[in-house]
């Protein structure tokens, strides 16, 4: 597995690969790599004959006072096992690298930038469009690989492709959990054996949301009187969002339907956590 550190290294490797009739897939990632990096990966390498995986902590999508300097960063482990996923090649630059000194171009997606985590983190999408523009300028892929436990994020860079026209096609993957249901997530790692049993609550009220939409029930403020009573039984747990959405615009809607996006987020103890289900599309 190769290694590449400047735009310049990887661009010129993703165009060796295309010219020889080969597709090149990209797995953007801040590292600290788990198993829903993993099965990114392992999709990509499925889809794709070459498969490259970034690992940068992106500093313009933390906010002030957020946890970019505590951020895991483990390059030795995580190159193992994007290798065993099946990566074919590693992306790893420096901050410098991707915004040289004087950089002053950022990408925003106006409207869509500023709801649910949005909202909660000005600023936040305009650096996740910003890096991502840079990746996919950077790797020249053909497809791109995205979880969709950042619903909101997928939301954004969907509207960033098709108002950029980019030449990529976004593949959108299942969120994976732990066998108790909690979503993977890089920041589970910061969790005391306590705040891990509490934040089981929030894929509890993804649950009780699926559940009760199974059941007929289409109303939001049913859905959503649902989802905060669940999260009740864990008053620790302080709620950031709550919301039933249109998933392209992030928009409130009054009336779910098979594709409408529930989405929260929450703190259990200084940690935020995300979660979501598209309804009518669970397994």
Same mark, same amino acid.
């Given at each position: 597995m190769e290694t590449f550190r400047t735009v310049e290294e990887l661009r010129r490797w993703s165009r060796a690969q295309h010219?020889?009739?080969?597709?090149?897939?990209?797995?953007?990632?801040?590292?600290?790599?788990?198993?829903?990096?993993?099965?990114?990966?392992?999709?990509?390498?499925?889809?794709?004959?070459?498969?490259?995986?970034?690992?940068?902590?992106?500093?313009?999508?933390?906010?002030?006072?957020?946890?970019?300097?505590?951020?895991?960063?483990?390059?030795?482990?995580?190159?193992?096992? #994007? %290798?065993?996923?099946? !990566?074919?090649a590693i992306f790893a630059p420096t901050a410098a690298e991707i915004y040289p000194a004087g950089a002053a171009t950022f990408v925003e997606v106006e409207g869509l930038s500023s709801r649910l985590d949005g909202q909660s983190r000005p600023g936040h999408f305009r650096g996740v469009t910003t890096v991502v523009t840079k990746l996919l300028l950077a790797a020249e892929p053909d497809y791109a690989f995205f979880g969709q436990k950042d619903a909101a994020q997928v939301a954004v860079l969907r509207r960033m492709v098709e108002d950029l026209r980019l030449a990529v096609e976004l593949v959108v993957c299942p969120i994976v959990r732990e066998a108790d249901?909690?979503?993977?997530?890089?920041?589970?790692?910061?969790?005391?054996?306590?705040?891990?049993?509490q934040a089981l609550v929030l894929s509890h009220a993804v649950r009780a949301v699926e559940a009760?939409? #199974? %059941?007929?029930?289409? !109303?939001?403020?049913?859905?959503?009187?649902?989802?905060?009573?669940?999260?009740?039984?864990?008053?620790?747990?302080?709620l950031d969002y709550l919301e039933l959405v249109d998933w392209k615009t992030l928009l409130p809607v009054a009336t779910a339907a098979s594709g409408t996006l529930f989405a929260l987020a929450a703190y259990v103890g200084p940690t935020r956590l995300i979660d979501n289900t598209v309804l009518g599309e669970q397994g």
């Open positions: 010219a020889v009739g080969l597709t090149v897939g990209l797995v953007p990632t801040m590292g600290a790599l788990h198993a829903g990096h993993a099965s990114l990966i392992h999709t990509a390498a499925l889809r794709c004959q070459r498969v490259v995986t970034s690992l940068f902590v992106n500093p313009t999508q933390f906010g002030p006072n957020e946890d970019y300097d505590k951020y895991p960063r483990r390059f030795e482990a995580d190159c193992a096992l #994007a %290798a065993q996923a099946g !990566a074919s249901g909690l979503a993977l997530s890089s920041r589970n790692s910061y969790l005391s054996a306590s705040e891990r049993k009760t939409f #199974a %059941a007929g029930e289409r !109303a939001r403020t049913a859905l959503l009187n649902v989802a905060r009573k669940t999260l009740s039984t864990e008053p620790a747990v302080k």
